[in-house]
């Protein structure tokens, strides 16, 4: 695949006090693109989507969201392994939260709500959901608001949306998962978002992803990149996707091994 870049990253290293946690670890990724994040617990990933954020921007290197091959703000939507609803807000309110005129985007937010599958639920309160019904206004939100890091680039309309996804599924049941997984693909492809997804479980990596790093640890840096090139739909059963997750359990293990 030949996707037009629209997120160049490279860090140098990241350190948290004495320790080095990212070291060199730099890659692109192509507009429209689905690229997992995939490794050992502690090296870095959680890290890496905060700096891809803009949320952690003490590290030594550099980020560029490029439009059209001219760099422009970032345009990021981040989605965390819990849904982190505030309990005092409609889910509408919560979706719209940080929104400058959120009267004026009701209409947005309700569009947004009834795509999630959760159009009857935009008045109800946080804890009248389910877990994958919050996890639902969560990718809504993400769909909607700019990262907490503040993103000029969502204002501006122009540069791409990026979703950073963060374990989003691993706190639903496995049907809700698969549920989740089709529908976040459904929502990619209509709204021509680009994904970074970090995910523990490789078979949800193998079935979201066009590509797959696979990170090591002490320090985090990138040991594999696995392309998976099979056409969409794609059959949970096809045994192609059976042999790229087993390829990235065998990366996976030398990496724990290390
Ligand atoms: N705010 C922080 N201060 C100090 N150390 C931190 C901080 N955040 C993360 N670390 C350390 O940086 C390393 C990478 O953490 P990170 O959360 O990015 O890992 P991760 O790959 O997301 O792990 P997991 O799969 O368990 O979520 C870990 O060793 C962690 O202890
Ligand atoms: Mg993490």
């Known amino acids: 695949m030949n996707l037009e870049p629209i997120v160049q990253l490279t860090v140098h290293n990241k350190r948290f006090g004495n320790s080095l946690v990212l070291d060199n670890v730099s890659f692109e990724i192509g507009s429209g693109e689905i690229v997992s994040l995939v490794g050992p617990s502690g090296c870095g990933k959680s890290t890496l989507l905060r700096i891809v954020a803009g949320l952690d921007t003490d590290f030594r290197g550099r980020i560029r969201f490029l439009h059209n091959g001219e760099e422009v703000d970032g345009n ?102 698969i549920k989740l997984q089709d529908l976040l693909i459904h929502l990619a492809r209509v709204h021509h978002l680009t994904l970074l997804v970090v995910t523990h479980d490789v078979d949800e990596a193998a079935y979201l992803s066009d590509r797959v790093l696979v990170l090591g640890s002490n320090p985090g840096r990138i040991l594999h990149a696995n392309h998976v090139a099979l056409a969409r739909p794609r059959d949970r059963r096809d045994p192609a996707l059976t042999q790229v997750r087993n390829d990235l359990l065998e990366v996976l293990s030398q990496s724990h091994a290390i």
């Open 76 to 177: 990021v939507g981040f989605v965390f392994q819990e849904p982190r609803l505030l309990p005092w807000l409609t889910v509408a309110q919560n979706v719209g939260f940080g929104s400058d005129h959120p009267e004026a985007d009701r209409p947005r937010i309700l569009a947004l709500l009834e795509e999630v599958g959760l159009g009857d639920a935009a008045d109800k309160l946080p804890k009248e959901l389910s877990g994958g019904m919050a996890q639902r206004a969560a990718i809504a939100r993400g769909l909607f608001a700019p990262a907490p890091g503040g993103n000029a680039g969502a204002e501006q309309g122009s540069a791409q949306r990026i979703l950073l996804l963060d374990e989003p599924f691993s706190a639903v049941d496995a049907f809700t998962r």
